[in-house]
């Protein structure tokens, strides 16, 4: 009897990311893998040559067709991994820094591959609805004061119309993350208590900025406000459960009589992207990484459509991002997978929130406001450093200890986990985490 030959693979791991230990028996700088004909690399470019990260047998059976170590599409240009099934195959990669730019700009656009000519027709024909809304008057708005520095914008406190609005002000250079962000906000159906309201729009007679105008959230950014203020129990469930429900009304494919609200992916959820208002609850801004679904009935399937993705390889917060973006497996044609990353982000906003509840702490003394892997990684995170600890070493923000024997514990825990869970699929769905925070209010009101 014969037994097929086990994949032979370079073997090179550092203390931080030794989970590949486990995928095969090693034997100095070769591991025989365990599970599958395929090896696996992963390089950091250092002085543009990559240098080795990794090397092992893969951890699970995977598609690698490649004979030899090719450079496959990374988040930017300073992270590459290859995949491949002959032996030892990972110990040299192939790769030009030419054709590794040429790949990053698609790597995080809605097409994993460049679009085709179909694509594109596609795109157009699944073109969806929008709620055409009157263009606003820039000149009756009356700028006060900056209270937002984003990337992109400028966010002023202002008056419109005798009421309180923030004018989020786009320089003409940024005019693509502008459109991007309108068109979701012009979406049918988009008004709801969880989505900031949009009031909208206009452009500087000369042409040099462009404005959205929205509510006036009068708390600030939920990071301002975990900043600075602690909650009790009753307000940080208000806060998770407003937030909840407001990526799941933004994830919602909804049809009420002859209109159309297609699911949008926020792709950039994060605590400086939520607003919270002076009753307490949140609500979600900032769609300029967006990605709007629309069902294309000829084919069967949902198509992703963003204005705002051409030349924009880097979408979303380094630090909210989940595993399999940063390490790049994603299948960014899968348009669900979008979704399934705004889960992992909501949980570590959920932790966030939670990590400022005194009555989650003994003496009811919350620890002060840090961001997620803030304690374990610093304040200003790499990627480099984020792969290693979240997808390599699979960890996440720790969860106290003594929350177990709190009465809601269990489920804030099991809450967490099954959001930010290393496998995609495995996650939650927003209208799940929305009925869960809703069996804790009659659990545990304390
Ligand atoms: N409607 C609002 N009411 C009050 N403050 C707001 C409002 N909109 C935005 N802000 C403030 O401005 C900040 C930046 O806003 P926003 O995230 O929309 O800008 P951006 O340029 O897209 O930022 P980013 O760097 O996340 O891309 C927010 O974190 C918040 O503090």
Not at 21 to 34: F, H, M, R
Not at 58 to 83: F, H, W
Not at 100 to 113: D, G, I, K, P
Not at 209 to 230: D, K, M, P, R
Request: net charge negative; proline share 5%.
């Amino acid at each position: 009897q014969s037994f097929p030959q086990k994949r032979q693979c370079a073997f090179q791991v550092t203390p931080q990311n030794n989970k590949y230990t486990t995928a095969g028996i090693v034997n100095g700088p070769v591991q025989l893998c365990e599970n599958t004909q395929c090896c696996v690399g992963y390089f950091l470019i250092i002085d543009g040559q990559p240098e080795v990260d990794l090397l092992a047998c893969d951890m699970a059976e995977k598609s690698c067709p490649d004979a030899t170590c090719k450079a496959q599409t990374r988040y930017n240009s300073r992270l590459i991994k290859c995949v491949c099934n002959t032996d030892l195959c990972n110990s040299n990669i192939t790769w030009t820094p030419e054709s590794q730019e040429l790949r990053a700009t698609y790597s995080y656009s809605v097409e994993e591959n460049p679009p085709s000519l179909d694509d594109y027709s596609v795109s157009r024909l699944c073109s969806c609805q929008t709620t055409k809304t009157s263009e606003i008057d820039i000149a009756d708005i009356e700028l006060q004061q900056i209270v937002g520095l984003g990337h992109f914008a400028t966010v002023w406190q202002g008056k419109y119309q005798g009421s309180m609005v923030a004018v989020k002000v786009f320089p003409a250079r940024w005019k693509q993350i502008f459109t991007a962000e309108k068109e979701v906000y012009e979406l049918p159906l988009m008004k709801h208590a969880g989505i900031v309201n949009f009031l909208g729009s206009g452009r500087k007679p000369d042409g040099d900025s462009w404005h959205i105008v929205l509510q006036f959230a009068e708390c600030g950014s939920l990071h301002y406000y975990l900043c600075n203020h602690t909650t009790n129990w009753m307000f940080s469930l208000k806060l998770c459960q407003s937030l909840s429900q407001g990526i799941s009304y933004l994830h919602s494919d909804l049809h009420r009589h002859d209109v159309h609200k297609p699911p949008v992916a926020h792709r950039d959820f994060s605590s400086s992207n939520v607003l919270v208002r002076a009753d307490g609850t949140c609500a979600l801004c900032d769609f300029g990484c967006s990605t709007i679904l629309r069902f294309c009935s000829g084919q069967g399937r949902w198509q992703s459509h963003a204005t705002n993705m051409e030349g924009h390889a880097q979408l979303g917060t380094l630090r909210y991002m989940p595993p399999e973006i940063l390490e790049g497996s994603v299948n960014l044609r899968n348009s669900w997978c979008l979704m399934q990353g705004d889960i992992y982000a909501l949980a570590l906003l959920l932790w966030e929130i939670w990590m400022r509840c005194s009555d989650l702490f003994e003496g009811d003394i919350a620890p002060q406001h840090l961001l997620p892997y803030e304690s374990e990684l610093g304040a200003n995170v790499t990627l480099e450093s984020l792969v290693n600890y979240v997808f390599h070493m699979d960890k996440r923000p720790s969860i106290p200890k003594h929350w177990e024997l709190l009465p809601q514990g269990s489920v804030l825990q099991e809450l967490l986990t099954d959001c930010w869970d290393c496998d995609p699929d495995a996650r939650l769905t927003a209208q799940c985490v929305v009925d869960r925070l809703m069996s804790l209010q009659s659990c545990c009101s304390t």
